[in-house]
């Protein structure tokens, strides 16, 4: 049930922000001085769903619905499956190598969490 609010709740967010975005022109500051090109938005969505005797099937549903509606809104996404732990780190260093200075990036898991930490992910929120 919670996920199912999860994702009503982001498709609400999303739309919300896609359609205020149609809604209301903004105009550029005029000494603005970061080029377009500069900036990218970014995701990384992954889904495992195998489990030995306990697979998660809305995991792959789930990261499946969230690439999709993040395309739809300009992301360049990342879609993974099923990765292991040691994949899973490599997966979100290769994804952390790629972000410039001024990119959005958003990171969406859908499985079961990990018990441990993960150096790339909070070097990738530091300073």
Known sequence: MWR??????????????????????????????????????????????????????????DANDISAALASLGFDVTHRTNLSEADMRHTIDAFA??????DTALVYFAGHAMRGSCPSMHEMTSP
């Open 97 to 102: 190598a790629q972000l410039g200075p001024r």
């Open 4 to 61: 199912i609010l999860l994702i009503a709740g982001m498709f609400v967010t999303i739309g919300a922000a896609h359609a205020a975005s149609g809604a209301l022109q903004l105009t550029k500051p005029a000494t603005s001085i970061v080029a377009q090109e500069d900036t990218h938005r970014r995701a990384l969505v992954i889904g495992n769903t195998e489990y030995g005797a306990h697979p998660l099937p809305g995991a792959s549903r």
